[in-house]
């Protein structure tokens, strides 16, 4: 047996102390409320094909492109998802995402024990690049590519020692054809190993045989990709989708590492890290046997570097190594050994602690924080109304709102996009960008597809007035919107706006329940003195109707504030102070921002009563929480009272 041949593990007590603190870690980055957009046309299309016994041919849920190609390449892993949620709902998706985290936990560690590392090292090189997959741990198909990677790679190391492993390869393609569009790491690793082995063994012997043989199961994986529902279509899928410059550029975590907001990021450092303690591990740590996994490991890392969505791929692989780029002398006490497992399991305890109270650090100024259930961008309240109108017809979407109104309301109603790009191609998508970017853009989008109602995503008011650094063309679509006299805003939240032209709801109420003066982004503060008793009126029954909306509670202050009703208007700060505020600004983009503008409004009403002391406490307090803010600044220089 060569020296990169798996070696027998036995857990000991101190592998079982870390494998409880880094099950706590994956259960920290797992328990998050569903946010991503793509679950919900996962969720849609798993309960037709339920439904129908069969695969979609043609697109069903957007009227924009519909009877255009519909490949469902994630069939498999929507009918398991739709099964789960139909079994345990929210939190069946929930838990399948924190189950593969605990899955990942335990693999990494292991994985990293049995290529010899330490106790501590191989535990904290597995937090590392849990840590780091963490920020891609959605409730997706694509979380079963990172188990079956593993599975490869595992079963590629077991056949050095016992080739018949190879078969098992052909079987785990199968599946995973079916799961997900990451298939096509599974021959190209096969490939990838099987020519390292050869190249090791300088093509003779053992190992050049062990090579073929490899490379030969490399080419029945490739032919096991056609045993799907779509055959060569889906096979070419993948390759197709990445074709596109357009979306590449245009989808976040299709970007590199480099050329987007990941740069800035906590994973984007550990990325580096963890790249460096592999590199070093390659370069002077390697053994016989070990090429064919650097040349695997370096295939991912090239794919990481193109996409920061391949991150978690190559941290994944490069675990094993990496737990092994500083070896310790291999007598080195038991004392010592116990330091390092207590340094490492506290490390690992505050890190849990952290994501626990704070968030995750998806972001700058990003967390994604513990708990179950929706995530604040999710339009639930929009789809709530529409669903209790009985909406029915075409709707305009945004880009993340429409898997969700799909799901939701579908077949009453069809969307106009979503994240399915190649549904949509690049055209479809084009003409979509541009009714986002101007208010004739719209019109024309909505003259060559009429709606009867729109569910839209909004930024919140500080987009429109208070900050102009800010993008102020995120107004535009609501702009584009409301151009057409016959649309009217009839629900919004801090996430959502919906609209509705008269006649799309079977009861008919709609345009009784349409606002027509006040309005999230457009219409929040300065109301002509006629429209401002109505605008009150809209307000407090936006506030009836959403209690937790710090919009419809802002625009109450405001009106109230301008009505002169001074008392009032501090009530609905008040109230806006007892809520989740911090969850909303992250959403609004303004993470520092919201906090000092309410304690702006709120000085600025005290300076109406008079109440200087109270005014100046106000205004330093909102400079303490944003030191940019402007307004803030404006009125503490001018406060006369």
Not at 264 to 285: C, E, K, P, R
Not at 576 to 589: F, K, L, N, P, Y
Request: with cysteine; aromatic share 10%.
């Amino acid at each position: 047996m060569d020296d990169a041949s798996p070696r027998r593990w036995r857990p000991g007590v101190a592998d079982a102390f870390l494998l409880a603190a880094l099950s706590a870690l994956a259960l920290s980055l797992g328990l998050a409320p569903i946010t991503n957009n793509d679950i919900w046309l996962h969720l849609a299309t798993g309960d037709w094909i339920l439904s129908q016994g069969a695969v979609p041919r043609t697109e069903i849920f957007s009227f924009v492109a519909a009877g255009r190609p519909y490949i469902a390449h994630e069939w498999g892993s929507q009918v398991l998802l739709a099964g789960i949620y139909a079994a345990a709902g929210l939190a069946g998706l929930v838990g399948y995402k924190t189950g593969i985290a605990l899955l990942l936990s335990w693999a990494l560690f292991a994985g990293a024990r049995t290529a010899g590392a330490p106790p501590a090292r191989a535990a904290l090189a597995a937090a590392v690049g849990l840590f780091v997959a963490g920020a891609h741990l959605w409730a997706r198909p694509h979380l079963l590519t990172w188990l079956a990677l593993l599975a490869c790679l595992a079963l590629l190391s077991h056949a050095r020692r016992q080739p018949r492993w190879l078969l098992a390869l052909i079987p785990l393609q199968i599946v995973w054809t079916n799961l997900h569009g990451g298939f096509i790491l599974g021959p190209a690793m096969a490939a990838t190993w099987g020519v390292g082995r050869w190249l090791e063994a300088r093509g003779r012997g053992p190992g050049a045989t062990q090579g073929m043989l490899t490379l030969a199961a490399a080419g029945a994986m490739a032919l096991a990709c056609m045993v799907n529902p779509y055959g060569l279509r889906l096979v070419s899928f993948p390759f197709q989708l990445t074709a596109s410059s357009l979306f590449m550029e245009a989808v976040y975590e299709w970007r590199s590492p480099f050329t987007s907001g990941y740069v800035n990021t906590t994973m984007f450092a550990l990325f580096v890290v963890m790249g460096m303690a592999w590199l070093i591990s390659a370069l002077t740590g390697r053994k016989e046997g070990d090429l064919p996994r650097i040349l695997v490991t370096a295939g991912l890392a090239v794919l990481a570097l193109r996409m920061n969505r391949n991150v978690p791929l190559f941290m994944l692989a490069a675990v094993p190594a990496a737990a092994l780029a500083f070896p310790s002398r291999r007598h080195t006490g038991q004392r010592r050994e116990r330091v390092e497992i207590t340094l490492v399991a506290l490390l690992l305890a505050g890190t849990t602690l952290l994501v626990a109270f704070w968030g995750y650090p998806y972001g700058l100024h990003r967390f994604r924080p513990l708990g179950l259930g929706l995530g604040p961008r999710v339009p639930a309240a929009a789809c709530d109304t529409l669903e209790r109108l009985q909406v029915q017809g075409n709707a305009f979407t945004t880009y993340g709102e429409g898997a969700y109104t799909a799901w939701r309301l579908w077949p009453r109603v069809r969307i106009s996009m979503d994240s399915r790009n190649s549904v949509y191609g690049e055209d479809l998508y084009l003409a979509y960008r541009q009714a986002l970017r101007s208010v004739q853009g719209m019109k024309d989008y909505l003259r060559r597809w009429p709606v009867d109602l729109a569910v839209v995503a909004h930024m919140g008011p500080f987009r429109h007035g208070y900050l102009p650094d800010l993008d102020r063309d995120a107004d535009l679509p609501h702009r584009g919107l409301l151009a057409d006299a016959g649309l009217l805003l009839l629900d919004f939240d801090d996430a959502t706006a919906a609209y509705i032209r008269p006649g799309a709801d079977s009861r008919g109420t709609a345009a009784a329940e349409a606002y027509r003066i006040i309005h999230p982004v457009l219409a929040w503060s300065g109301f002509p003195a006629g429209d401002l008793p109505g605008a009150i009126t809209e307000a407090r029954r936006a506030v009836e109707r959403r209690p937790r909306s710090v919009a419809a509670h802002w625009i109450l202050a405001n009106a109230l504030a301008q009505a002169g009703e001074t008392h009032a208007a501090l009530a609905q700060l008040q109230a806006i102070e007892q809520m989740d505020t911090a969850a909303v600004a992250q959403s609004w983009g303004v993470p520092h921002t919201l906090d000092a503008a309410r304690l702006g409004l709120e000085a600025f009403m005290h300076q109406q009563r008079h109440d200087c002391p109270a005014a100046r406490r106000a205004l330093e307090k909102a400079l303490r929480h944003d030191p940019d803010y402007q307004p803030a600044k404006d009125l503490l220089a001018h406060l006369d009272c």
